[in-house]
């Protein structure tokens, strides 16, 4: 499979905690994003790197968020000190040329 | 900044309808791209179709067709002949670089 992957799939965390997630992209695309989907909702953009360099960044995104791809491949999004309102499927999505970006298939994150 | 209104929240048809889903939006770019995406239950985002600005050919593939009007900022999106395999969740976005998403509409067949 040469898609955009994701993983976990599924997190479950108590409030607190500290989560990592991981994407990544489909090969030799140096563009990647991150966005937030909460229930009832339209996915919303929260980062974007080319290649190694985070290039923007949401309001969405507070102190606790933080994105890296290091070597500009995989990239990872990790949450601390989670709190219930984290809760979200967060989905990763990567392009070779701008607006044409392929999404993986998300991770579901549950804060307790 | 961008706006993308998808005014129906929920739609059922019953299989074998057709139905259209309305999408408005707002940008002041001169230059932009629309999409619609489904949501099947599963969660991954599915692409469907993406439109440039200049370009206002209504477009059909299957049976689906889309209807582009400049003049009325909509992008609407209709499914002929609807399968229960079309119940899904659906959204318009916009882009300029960054992809704005509407709110979705939930659609559901009907068998």
């Known amino acids: 499979d040469t898609g955009v992957s994701q993983n976990p799939r599924h997190k479950i965390t108590k409030r607190g905690q500290n989560v990592t997630f991981r994407c990544d992209p489909i090969?030799?695309?140096?563009?990647l994003y991150w966005y937030r989907q909460t229930l009832g909702q339209g996915p919303e953009f929260l980062t974007y790197f080319q290649n190694e360099a985070q290039l923007e960044k949401s309001r969405l995104l507070s102190d606790r968020f933080s994105a890296e791809r290091p070597k500009g491949s995989f990239s990872t999004l990790e949450i601390q000190r989670t709190e219930q309102g984290d809760s979200a499927m967060y989905l990763c999505?990567?392009?070779?040329?701008?607006?044409?970006?392929?999404f993986g298939p998300g991770t579901r994150l549950t804060v307790l | 900044a961008q706006k993308v209104t998808q005014a129906q929240t929920e739609i059922s048809v019953v299989e074998k309808e057709d139905v259209t889903l309305d999408c408005v939006y707002e940008?002041?770019?001169?230059?932009?791209?629309l999409f619609w995406y489904k949501q099947p239950p599963s969660g991954e985002l599915v692409f469907l179709i993406r439109?440039?600005?200049?370009?206002?050919q209504n477009e059909i593939s299957g049976r689906y067709s889309w209807n582009f009007q400049k003049s009325t900022s909509s992008f609407n999106f209709t499914i002929t002949a609807s399968q229960v395999v079309d119940s899904a969740v659906y959204f318009c976005?916009?882009?300029?670089?960054?992809?704005?998403f509407g709110t979705g509409t939930r659609l559901t067949i009907i068998p």
């Open positions: 439109r440039n600005s200049f370009d206002e």
């Open positions: 940008t002041r770019d001169t230059t932009y791209y």
């Open positions: 090969s030799e695309h140096n563009r």
């Open positions: 999505a990567s392009s070779f040329k701008v607006n044409e970006q392929f």
């Open positions: 976005a916009l882009s300029e670089w960054k992809l704005t």
